[in-house]
């Protein structure tokens, strides 16, 4: 009698997410270099870099803890998103991104929420 055992691990993706199939494009020396060069300034890999910026037109870096913590203190002290946004140098939603990820309902507390009139159970959000 055979048993399949399970090994542990990560688990098995779907066929529909796993990244299978290889696209390719010549590129310069010089472009190779730009290409790199921007990669690593977002903090990923070219694969990833040129994923992101062929399907979505920009690619989203990794959170640095020390960003993290200084767009919370900025929140804090009450600054504006605007303000935010042109001294720290991001969108709007990548400082959307960052008050999500930090899971502080204080992030959001400058915000008003209220109950929408056509359906209770929808809670509406102004930015």
């Known amino acids: 009698m055979t048993e399949s055992r399970n090994k542990g691990g990560r688990p098995t993706k779907p066929d529909a997410e796993k990244q299978s199939l290889t696209v390719r494009f010549r590129v310069t020396p010089c472009q190779m270099e730009i290409l790199q060069r921007q990669a690593k300034e977002n903090g990923c890999t070219l694969s990833e870099y040129a ?7 920009r690619v989203v870096a990794p959170i640095s803890p020390e960003r993290l913590a200084l767009v919370a ?8 998103d605007q303000w935010i946004m042109r001294h720290i140098g991001m969108d709007r939603d990548e400082l959307l991104r960052l008050k999500q990820i930090t899971g502080l309902a204080e992030l959001f507390s400058d915000k008003e929420f209220s109950l929408g009139d056509a359906d209770e159970d929808t809670v509406e959000f102004v930015l």
């Open 73 to 80: 203190e900025l929140t804090r002290a009450r600054m504006s």
């Open 51 to 57: 994923r992101g910026m062929t399907l979505n037109g």
